[in-house]
């Protein structure tokens, strides 16, 4: 069957030792990353994007997917221990985590978190192998219509699920986009927004815009008042979870494992409120909600396995379509880029072994994340007392040098500079970065897409409501515009970031 | 006052959104049907400076709707910013080692944490090691003390 010769091209690709060694980096980076606050895997991943360009494709994206879900695996073990969330969506699993390890069951709710996220990620795994090629067949039939309004409706769907308001979000899609356009116009060969500048002839380097946005920005904006943390780290004593522990969680883990996957592949804040969605709804299913908010296992099992779900099929949309749902897929959009592989539906036809090697690495990332976690959890929790001021100056210097070298440009450094401060000024805005990083990777393909249409429909608009599909992304992007201005829904969805935040 | 989130940020949008759009306008625009490079950054610089406009409107009209804007912090910013700019201006003339070395020492002055010796120890330490990582390891053409 096409699918069994699929993941065994993959196996092969994922355990050459090469790929394995990257894997291995990949998921203890990223658990050691979630495990630090002050540093996410947004901020991890730009940094690592502009080094992977001298790793080969493969081993690139298994690395950096690895960092992704090993993160959002390791915040769960600063939320238990320590009530800090390593990652936003660890935010959850510090309720009824935090409680049970004050109650001394901290081993259990580690270990189940552990389990629960295992699980998941195993179950997303098999989705993307199984969702993948049919996806991706559907897509390849696409035409310029259709791609038009698909990225348009990323675009707005993420616009709409982040914090602020549905129009802040959509002008700084549409800003990013702009940025975007910035350099030559290839149908033309016009030079546009380079103000004479040589270093902008290409466009604005996409690692430039990521760090700007998630090192330095992030970094200035944490060092404007001094910080004093008190971190007491509770005692973690056995690891083994009790049976009746087991038997509570895996109604839970399977629930919010269907949640999460499904939040995964919508554009938007899709980890976040998959853990707190998954929370909510265990909840309400739950015969003794009362238990939730005192240290019920369900309310670590659920959102865990949740979070790592959605880490999981939020690389459905980027793999088979090109279209990154969130500001950290679109990261990883750019590593593809940077490797020369152009994103959309051919990724699977062209580089089966990228694709099909990912997903299975996936799969053993999961494994080892496993494997790894329980028995350094000791390891982790010491680093979570690594003072800030150790760590920003370590952050200053290899995005630096990252941006440096990937041009040894100084326009690049410049820029990322400029970035930051422009990062900054929209934190103070709260002017949420991810539609603008969005746009910005998906611009010239906008463009692209739209001139395409244009050209085909000779100059007639309405090609994008004549034809179905495309007036089919059109109407969700509509739809979800309205029900995000009605009172009722948005201020439930504002709840729903403001308490993960 | 009105000096709101919403509306600096309505105000930003339609700086840049009108700034893009005028700039725009002086490529070339075809015809939709023949889209010159002109073309779809016009609409989208209009489209953003439209989206800033209602959004400044809004937020004057009923400031209550967002929140006062956060103040900047411009010590940690500035000193971010020039950090970051010496980096990049010295590592071509000088090389990776004062380049890092600038660096540190406009982020130290933006943390403002930690003493002498710390601040020695992490100089050591951040510059060997990315020597180490980056041009020993990854091979990456830096050089340590331009000529």
């Not at chain 1, 960092?67 to 935010?91: F, K, Q, R």
């Not at chain 1, 189940?112 to 390849?140: D, E, K, M, Q, Y």
């Not at chain 1, 990013?176 to 356009?181: E, W, Y």
Request: net charge neutral; charged share 10%.
């Amino acid at each position: 069957m096409d699918l069994f010769g699929n993941l065994s091209l993959g196996f092969g690709v994922a355990f050459s030792f090469d790929n394995l060694l990257f894997c291995f980096v990949g998921v203890t980076l990223g658990t050691f990353i979630g495990v630090l606050p002050g540093v996410g895997p947004l901020v991890t991943i730009a940094l690592l994007l502009p080094l992977t360009f001298s790793l080969p494709p493969e081993g690139a994206m298994i690395m950096l997917a690895g960092i992704y879900y090993g993160a959002a695996y390791g915040g769960s073990t600063t939320a238990i221990l320590v009530n800090l969330p390593g990652e936003s969506s660890s935010v959850v699993t510090c309720i009824d985590g935090y409680q049970m390890a004050r109650q001394g069951r901290a081993g259990s709710a580690l270990a189940i978190a552990a389990v629960g996220s295992f699980i998941a990620g195993c179950i997303g795994t098999i989705l993307i192998a199984l969702f993948g090629p049919p996806i991706t067949r559907l897509a390849l039939q696409f035409g310029a219509p259709e791609y038009f309004s698909l990225m348009l409706m990323a675009l707005i769907l993420t616009a709409s699920l982040v914090r602020g308001s549905v129009l802040q979000g959509i002008g700084m899609a549409l800003l990013g986009v702009m940025f975007g356009l910035i350099g030559m116009d290839v149908n033309s060969g016009a030079l546009r927004y380079t103000f004479n500048i040589t270093g902008l002839a290409d466009g604005v380097e996409f690692a430039v815009v990521a760090m700007g946005f998630f090192a330095f920005a992030e970094i200035i904006s944490n060092l404007e008042h001094d910080r004093q943390r008190e971190v007491f780290v509770n005692k973690v004593s056995s690891l083994m979870p009790t049976r009746e522990d087991m038997r509570r969680s895996i109604g839970a883990i399977l629930r919010g494992t269907g949640i999460g996957a499904f939040f995964g592949i919508l554009p938007g804040a899709g980890q976040t409120i998959s853990s707190f969605a998954a929370y909510m709804f265990e909840k309400k299913v739950s015969r003794r909600p009362e238990a939730f908010g005192q240290g019920a296992v369900e309310g670590v099992a659920a959102p865990e396995a949740a979070n790592n779900a959605a880490a999981q099929t939020a690389f459905i949309p980027t793999l088979t379509l090109g279209i990154p749902g969130s500001a950290t897929m679109a990261l990883m959009l750019g590593a593809l880029m940077i490797q020369g592989i152009a994103p959309g539906p051919q990724i699977m036809t062209d580089h089966p072994r990228l694709f099909w090697g990912l997903i299975a690495s996936m799969w053993i990332g999961n494994a080892l994340l496993v494997v790894l976690n329980l028995p350094l959890i000791g390891l982790w929790t010491r680093m979570l007392k690594i003072p800030y001021r150790w760590l920003y100056p370590g952050i200053l210097v290899l995005s630096c040098i990252g941006i440096f070298s990937i041009n040894n440009s100084t326009t690049d450094v410049l820029l990322a500079a400029l970035f930051g401060v422009l990062g900054y000024v929209f934190m103070k805005l709260s002017c949420e970065p991810a539609p603008f990083v969005l746009g910005f990777i998906l611009g010239p393909m906008l463009e692209e897409n739209f001139r395409r249409a244009m050209l085909l429909s000779r100059g007639d608009p309405g090609t994008f409501i004549s034809n179905p599909i495309s007036a089919g992304f059109l109407l969700v992007s509509a739809v979800v515009i309205v029900a995000m201005i009605t009172p009722s829904i948005r201020r439930k969805k504002d709840l729903a970031i403001d308490e993960s935040a | 006052m009105y000096v709101t989130k919403g509306f600096l940020a309505g105000l930003l949008f339609m700086v840049f959104g009108g700034g893009a759009a005028a700039i725009a306008f002086t490529y070339r625009m075809g015809t939709a049907t023949q889209m010159g490079p002109g073309y779809f950054p016009a609409l989208l610089g209009v489209v953003v400076m439209a989206i800033g406009l209602v959004m400044a409107i809004r937020a004057y009209l009923s400031p209550e709707g967002s929140e006062p804007a956060e103040r900047l912090h411009l010590r940690p910013m500035v000193l971010i910013l020039a950090g970051v700019v010496a980096f990049g201006l010295l590592i071509r003339s000088w090389g990776l080692a004062p380049a890092i070395a600038a660096l540190l020492v406009f982020g130290r002055m933006a943390g403002r944490e930690g003493g002498p010796i710390e601040f020695i120890l992490m100089l050591v330490v951040l510059t060997v090691l990315p020597i180490i990582v980056f041009i020993y390891g990854l091979r990456i053409p830096l050089e340590i003390w331009a000529q």
